[in-house]
């Protein structure tokens, strides 16, 4: 870590945890020479992997974590800072596999942002990007914002009057150069749609699709589908897909599909389950959210039995694929930085319980992702991880409770940022 950034560590760390004892590399009268470590001391470390550290100990040196173990088990370096954690929580920093940037670098710039204040550490931009800023993007670290993977241009059939954005196929030979177009830009994943949108277009067929699954595997890429219908998953899974970056939202899953499933067990399941049709409120967003629009939020949140229906096919699914032990990661599609605190609930409420839901937004997601220093509090990993004031493994509404967020060892003032993005809103 570097003087300056070590310095606004500190800085944040008075200015956003008034509590926090200091010793060590900030006590000017001590013989020992300073060290670049931070020691957070106290905390209940979620590890990301379903293990709990009770009363952990973590030392970040630079943008890394050092150590990390239960106290007694971790050696503190002399001359270290240290931070008094007693009383929070800690736990990884969230992955989302499944979002949608905005393809302008100053409004994706303000997404990565406001997706750091509500605790994200990457997001994976499926689809829909046009242009050069998300692959610029991604080769780009923001001090303050989120990392960033792209599928640039992703696949379909014709649907006009929807979106020009991604490659339309009617053959296997537009199919195939599509993905070689996308394999030449090094994108991270190839997306798909496999939807005929309520009966408006005719949906991708078995054979484009696995044209484009076939090329993809042959250029060392990934396919993640969205899917609507168990039918076509059943036809995805034979034609060798990566991931689903939906749920299926037809109908109650068969015993057919979970032994394709068994077949290629590595398959990833993205959820992205739809509103619980619930009401609920929104005063949690206060810090970045003006009261006007969270007051236009809560009036518009009602009970909508319909939405409920729906809603509990895709738990019932997702539940079911959990239980057989296939993949579960992590994704919210849109654009909202907030929602992946109601996505964490919702999995919950569709019945994985609160630890599960957290790997499947930490590890699972940053193994599916391939990045492979995010996902855990684990020593060699890059420091980004979130400090909250309650425990979400008793409430998984407690992730809103978010006393301070670190990326790469450095804490964001989150206080300064809430203010910009309020101000800056339409």
Same mark, same amino acid.
């Not at 109601?342 to 319980?353: I, K, Y």
């Given at each position: 870590m570097s003087g300056m950034s070590r310095a606004r560590l500190v800085a944040m760390v008075f200015a956003l945890l008034p509590s926090v004892?200091?010793?060590? @590399?900030?006590?000017?009268?001590s013989d020992t020479p300073p060290s670049s470590a931070v020691a957070f001391e106290g905390a209940r470390i979620i590890v990301g992997d379903g293990a709990v550290i009770e009363d952990g100990v973590f030392v970040v040196d630079g943008d890394r974590f050092a150590q990390v173990g239960a106290a007694g088990d971790v050696e503190v370096p002399d001359g270290a800072a240290r931070v008094d954690?007693?009383?929070?929580?800690? %736990?990884?920093?969230?992955?989302?596999?499944?979002?949608?940037?905005?393809?302008?670098?100053e409004a994706r710039t303000e997404q990565l942002r406001h997706s750091a204040y509500y605790g994200t550490a990457l997001a994976v931009s499926l689809g829909l990007d046009e242009g050069n800023a998300s692959f610029q993007m991604r080769d780009e670290v923001l001090a303050d914002g989120a990392r960033s993977q792209t599928a640039g241009r992703g696949i379909t059939s014709p649907e006009p009057g929807r979106s020009e954005v991604p490659h339309w196929v009617t053959t296997e030979d537009e199919a195939r150069a599509a993905v070689r177009e996308l394999?030449?830009?090094?994108?991270?994943?190839?997306?798909?749609?496999?939807?005929?949108?309520g009966g408006q277009y005719e949906r991708l067929s078995p054979e484009l699709y696995g044209a484009v699954i076939d090329e993809a595997h042959t250029n060392g890429l990934r396919v993640?589908?969205? &899917?609507?219908?168990?039918e076509d998953a059943k036809g995805l899974l034979r034609a060798g897909v990566d991931a689903f970056a939906?749920?299926?939202?037809? %109908?109650?899953?068969?015993?057919?599909?979970?032994?394709?499933?068994?077949?290629?067990?590595?398959?990833?399941?993205?959820?992205?389950?739809?509103g619980p049709g619930v009401a609920e409120t929104f005063d949690w967003l206060s810090g970045?959210?003006?009261?006007?629009r969270i007051?236009?939020?809560?009036?518009?949140?009602?009970?909508?039995?319909?939405?409920?229906?729906?809603?509990?096919?895709?738990?019932?699914? %997702?539940?079911?694929?959990?239980?057989?032990?296939?993949? &579960?990661?992590?994704?919210?599609?849109?654009?909202?930085?907030?929602?992946?605190?109601?996505?964490?609930?919702? %999995?919950?409420?569709?019945?994985?319980?609160?630890?599960?839901?957290?790997?499947?937004?930490?590890?699972?997601? @940053?193994?599916?992702?391939? @990045?492979?220093?995010?996902?855990?509090?684990?020593?060699?990993?890059?420091?980004?991880?979130?400090?909250l004031d309650a425990n979400p493994l008793d409430d998984i509404t407690n992730t809103r409770a978010i006393s301070? &967020?670190?990326?790469?060892?450095?804490a964001l003032d989150r206080e300064e940022m809430g203010a910009g993005f309020n101000s800056r809103a339409p």
């Amino acid at each position: 870590m570097s003087g300056m950034s070590r310095a606004r560590l500190v800085a944040m760390v008075f200015a956003l945890l008034p509590s926090v004892a200091l010793a060590g @590399a900030c006590d000017a009268g001590s013989d020992t020479p300073p060290s670049s470590a931070v020691a957070f001391e106290g905390a209940r470390i979620i590890v990301g992997d379903g293990a709990v550290i009770e009363d952990g100990v973590f030392v970040v040196d630079g943008d890394r974590f050092a150590q990390v173990g239960a106290a007694g088990d971790v050696e503190v370096p002399d001359g270290a800072a240290r931070v008094d954690l007693s009383g929070k929580t800690v %736990m990884p920093a969230i992955v989302n596999a499944h979002f949608h940037l905005n393809p302008e670098r100053e409004a994706r710039t303000e997404q990565l942002r406001h997706s750091a204040y509500y605790g994200t550490a990457l997001a994976v931009s499926l689809g829909l990007d046009e242009g050069n800023a998300s692959f610029q993007m991604r080769d780009e670290v923001l001090a303050d914002g989120a990392r960033s993977q792209t599928a640039g241009r992703g696949i379909t059939s014709p649907e006009p009057g929807r979106s020009e954005v991604p490659h339309w196929v009617t053959t296997e030979d537009e199919a195939r150069a599509a993905v070689r177009e996308l394999a030449a830009q090094q994108v991270d994943i190839v997306k798909i749609w496999v939807d005929d949108r309520g009966g408006q277009y005719e949906r991708l067929s078995p054979e484009l699709y696995g044209a484009v699954i076939d090329e993809a595997h042959t250029n060392g890429l990934r396919v993640t589908a969205h &899917v609507f219908r168990l039918e076509d998953a059943k036809g995805l899974l034979r034609a060798g897909v990566d991931a689903f970056a939906h749920g299926i939202r037809d %109908m109650d899953i068969d015993d057919e599909v979970v032994e394709l499933w068994r077949e290629r067990p590595h398959v990833v399941l993205v959820p992205n389950l739809p509103g619980p049709g619930v009401a609920e409120t929104f005063d949690w967003l206060s810090g970045s959210v003006s009261a006007e629009r969270i007051a236009e939020m809560n009036a518009n949140s009602t009970d909508r039995p319909q939405a409920q229906e729906f809603f509990g096919i895709q738990a019932r699914n %997702m539940v079911r694929l959990h239980g057989e032990g296939f993949p &579960v990661a992590f994704g919210t599609d849109g654009g909202s930085p907030w929602a992946v605190h109601q996505e964490l609930a919702d %999995m919950v409420r569709a019945g994985m319980s609160p630890a599960d839901v957290i790997v499947a937004a930490t590890s699972t997601s @940053a193994v599916f992702v391939g @990045a492979d220093d995010l996902g855990t509090v684990e020593a060699g990993k890059s420091a980004d991880f979130i400090v909250l004031d309650a425990n979400p493994l008793d409430d998984i509404t407690n992730t809103r409770a978010i006393s301070t &967020v670190y990326l790469r060892g450095v804490a964001l003032d989150r206080e300064e940022m809430g203010a910009g993005f309020n101000s800056r809103a339409p």
